[in-house]
Nanobody, 120 residues
C-alpha cells in the first residue's frame, strides 16, 4: 500500500509565503511524476505544478514566477514553495504521485489535501 501525506498549509496574508511538503511512503519501487493540484470552493480541481523524476517542471500560468516545485527523490518527497501569495490562491492543495510499487503495479496516489488560506 502506498500513501502520500501533505503538510504546511495554513493562513497567510497576501504577499506572504508558504511551503507545502508531501511525503510518499509504503511499498514504493520508484516514483515518476509528482505534483500539486488545488481546488477552490465551488471550482474544479486544477493543476498547479508537476515535476518529473528527472526534475522537469510544469506550472499553471497563474502561478508561474511565484511558485516553485521541487523534489527530493531519496526521501520520496515533493515540495511547493509559494511566494507572493494572492487571495485567489486560496484552496485545498492536493499532492499527487505516480508510483511504481514494489509489486510492479503502477499506482496513482492522492493525498487528503491541505488548506491554504490567503487573507488579510
Amino acid at each position: 500500500q502506498v500513501q502520500v501525506v501533505e503538510s504546511g498549509g495554513g493562513l497567510v496574508q497576501p504577499g506572504g509565503s508558504l511551503r507545502l511538503s508531501c511525503a510518499a511512503s509504503g511499498s514504493i519501487f520508484s516514483i515518476n511524476h509528482m505534483g500539486w493540484y488545488r481546488q477552490a470552493p465551488g471550482k474544479q480541481r486544477e493543476l498547479v505544478a508537476t515535476i518529473s523524476s528527472g526534475s522537469r517542471t510544469n506550472y499553471a500560468d497563474s502561478v508561474k514566477g511565484r511558485f516553485t516545485i521541487s523534489r527530493e527523490n531519496a526521501e520520496n518527497t515533493v515540495y511547493l514553495q509559494m511566494n507572493s501569495l494572492k487571495p485567489e490562491d486560496t484552496a485545498v492543495y492536493y499532492c499527487n504521485a505516480n508510483v511504481v510499487a514494489n509489486s510492479g503495479r503502477y499506482i496513482e496516489v492522492w493525498g487528503q489535501g491541505t488548506l491554504v488560506t490567503v487573507s488579510s
